[in-house]
């Protein structure tokens, strides 16, 4: 049976891969700065075949990607979401360019600094975060309060956090048990302020948090606050073959 291609508006496959908004690529394309390859098209209906036509904007190649994924160091201050009225979003933070799809994988707090993945690959943010798989994910905490044996014991029973709803068991490390506490928290599900509200239960407050890993996948330790980069293939392989 014959392989269909299917072809996509020229000026529509150069918008979503980043290069400008609609209206901006049309006119690019109509000012002559587009090529398909090696031809000068002057019509932003042209039909391309995404992955095989060669299309160039201002002499720089635009390659298709089905998917994009970048490890962000989520800095305090930025929401995890695409958009935000008041906010700077992670998106915000993604100055290169990149497809118009990009959401975050699940939510960190305002204040929650960290890794943060930002994908289009929805199947894979499915599996990442669904309650089922049972994705683990690291955090470093300080806790305002004298963390004890009997919080790592509460933790590893699960912790009653809202009205009637018991957390799965977490694994609770003391780093440094003190007036202010170092802790690594192990938790396999993401409810709303999940960790805040388990220190909250045992009646102690989380002052500082920080996604260390999720999966296999650790935060790179070169990437500074608000820094991110593209995940390499090894990593993008981590994650789906937990
Ligand atoms: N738990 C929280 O309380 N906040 C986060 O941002 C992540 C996990």
């Known amino acids: 049976m014959a392989i269909v291609e299917c072809k996509m508006r020229l000026d529509?496959?150069?918008?979503?891969?980043?290069?400008?908004s609609r209206k901006e690529v049309k006119n690019n394309i109509r000012k002559g700065l587009v090529t398909v390859n090696d031809n000068l098209i002057k019509d932003p209906g042209f039909g391309v075949i995404r992955g095989k036509d060669r299309v160039t904007l201002k002499n720089q190649?635009?390659?298709y990607e089905d998917y994009q994924y970048f490890m962000l160091h989520k800095p305090a201050g930025v929401i995890?979401?695409?958009?935000d009225p008041k906010h700077k979003t992670v998106l915000d933070l993604l100055t290169s360019k990149h497809r118009k799809d990009l959401f975050p994988?699940?939510?960190?707090?305002?204040?929650?600094?960290?890794?943060?993945i930002i994908t289009n690959d929805g199947e894979l943010a499915h599996?990442?975060?669904?309650?089922?798989?049972?994705?683990?994910?690291?955090?470093?905490?300080?806790?305002?309060?004298?963390?004890?044996?009997?919080?790592?014991?509460?933790?590893?029973?699960?912790?009653?956090?809202d009205d009637d709803y018991t957390t799965m068991p977490a694994d609770l490390k003391i780093l440094k048990s003190d007036q202010v506490s170092k802790v690594e928290i192990i938790i396999k599900e993401g409810?709303?302020?999940?960790?805040?509200?388990?220190f909250e239960a045992r009646d102690k407050k989380v002052i500082y948090l920080k996604r260390m890993a999720m999966g296999r996948l650790q935060l790179d330790p070169e990437l500074k606050l608000g820094e991110y980069r593209v995940l390499k293939?090894?990593?993008?392989?981590?994650?789906?073959?937990?």
């Open 191 to 198: 409810k709303f302020h999940q960790i805040k509200k388990m």
């Open 105 to 116: 994988v699940g939510r960190l707090d305002i204040d929650t600094e960290g890794l943060l």
């Open 80 to 83: 995890s979401a695409t958009e």
């Open 61 to 63: 190649p635009i390659t």
């Open 12 to 20: 529509k496959f150069i918008a979503s891969m980043g290069f400008g």
């Open 233 to 242: 293939v090894e990593e993008i392989e981590l994650l789906k073959n937990r």
């Open 127 to 161: 599996n990442l975060l669904s309650p089922k798989k049972h994705v683990e994910k690291i955090y470093y905490a300080r806790i305002q309060g004298v963390v004890t044996e009997e919080d790592v014991e509460a933790f590893k029973n699960g912790v009653n956090i």
